[in-house]
């Protein structure tokens, strides 16, 4: 493993900064990531007459907004070009890592066939849970010590470690999938937490898992240039699909365990949820006030977060903004904390409190979407605000 110079006994790195840490990944390594990007970028296009063809498109109606069939290839051109990334730049696969990349094409082929034949959650739930599990007694992902978290150390799990990581890659898979409702939204918040996760490894000098991250996230960045919304692009070409929303889901779980476990990934496991803070919130929120309604807590409705701020006047560029720009935010908020000294129990107690102020703020819908469209009209101006295509999950 490459480690770099400089570090402590605990693996902090001592007087160097982000530029000084970059710079010892090397030339070969961003090359790496510029090749994921660019194939990425160039297949995306390619795929989608292939998906017309075979009927994987996305039709309007019900809960969805878009106008017309789209494709949902996005995460399956995604992973098509991160398994063919790793395999050409690594020479083949170990044991951890094609365990990760079989338990990935399980839940892209549950996801694609949930696309095509809409199955029921139960078999989304389930194929879940079997990824987890295999990662955990195949590939030896798991997390079985919480390190300080709770303010004292050897927090370990014993046998609590197996049903835990599976709630743990279960609850970001599915966090995930619920933000994917807005144009570019799971994209971009994919992007920042395997941007933070990649921060969070380069400051702990595991290069390596520096590199595969940032080879992820350029290939979801090639996927953003046809999902987002751009000057040039008004409305999305391509959808990530459920296949995609868990396997972007699974990664960043698998990168969380990764990196918080074992004396060569020496990240603080109180980082995981805020890398992605606002989708776990919102999961938490809607799952807790279904289950209060009687209802199935993976039932769909439209009262998650990006729905508040569209249905408040908000433009669907600016939501993915105000939630992919606050979740960096938390993330780095988080991070620097961290690098304070502040105690651990006091970020968990933080995160807590974030969940149960936005459980309180979103109880009433309506009243909450008021109140948001009071904000923005007290504070941002412009024309009005364009249609939302957002699909509720």
Known sequence: MRRLAGYSENCV???MDYLDLFSQLGTPAWQRVAFSFALCAALMPLALPLARRFGLVDHPGGRKDHHCAMPVVGGLVIYLVVVASFWFFEGGFDRRTGTFMA???LLMLVGQLDDYFDLRWTWRIGAQAVAALM??????V???NLHDVFGFTG???GWLAIPFTVFIVVGVINALNMADGVDGLAGSLSLVALVLYACFALYAGNLVVVE???????AVLGFLVWNARLPWQPRAKVFLGNGGSMLLGFTIAYFSVRLSQGVDHPVSPVLGPWALALPLIDCVTLMIRRWRQGRSPFAADRHHMHHMLLDAGFRASAVVVIIAGSSL???VAAAVALKLGVYRPLLVLAFLVLLAGWYAFSCDYDRAVARLARWRNARISGPSPDAAESEAH
Do not use: D, Q
């Open 142 to 144: 798991m997390a079985t």
């Open 103 to 105: 338990c990935a094409g």
């Open 155 to 157: 927090a370990n799990m």
């Open 329 to 331: 935010m938390l993330g």
């Open 212 to 218: 595969r991250i940032l080879i992820v996230a350029a």
């Open 135 to 140: 990662l955990v007694l195949v590939a030896g």
């Open 13 to 15: 790195p001592i007087e």
